[in-house]
């Protein structure tokens, strides 16, 4: 059974900063992409980030470019999100989720294709 655990989240000031973690079991994290979603209040599920399984293509949402960067380490099954210069709007549940694609690639604009989703972990930015 694949389960995947986000931690990491928590209260923080705006400009300030959160590392969020997504431990995989169950599976071999190596053959997937992996994509961070975020669900803010009162509105839709998002894509944040997304990296291939190769680690070679990585994508952004136009929202946290430049402020978020995703990574990912295949020895300990985990992913991650290190968030900065937080903004009152990045105040969601942010989940991680996995899903195969071809050629080690990666989308965010779907949820379809993600296969294993976690709980989510809230993320709340205010002063």
């Known amino acids: 059974q694949v389960q995947l655990v986000e931690s990491g989240g928590g209260l923080v000031q705006p400009g300030g900063s959160r590392n969020l973690s997504c431990v995989v079991s169950?599976?071999?994290?190596?053959?997937?992409?992996i994509g961070w979603f975020r669900q803010g209040p009162g509105k839709e599920r998002e894509g944040v980030s997304c990296i291939g399984a190769y680690g070679r293509t990585i994508d952004y949402s136009d929202a946290v470019k430049g402020r978020f960067t995703i990574s990912r380490d295949n020895a300990k099954n985990t992913a991650y999100l290190e968030m900065n210069s937080l903004k009152p709007e990045d105040t969601a549940v942010y989940y991680c989720a996995l899903a195969t694609f071809s050629r080690g690639a990666c989308v965010i604009d779907y949820l379809d294709p993600y296969e294993y989703w976690g709980q989510g972990t809230q993320v709340t930015v205010a002063s």
């Open positions: 169950g599976e071999t994290l190596d053959i997937y992409a």
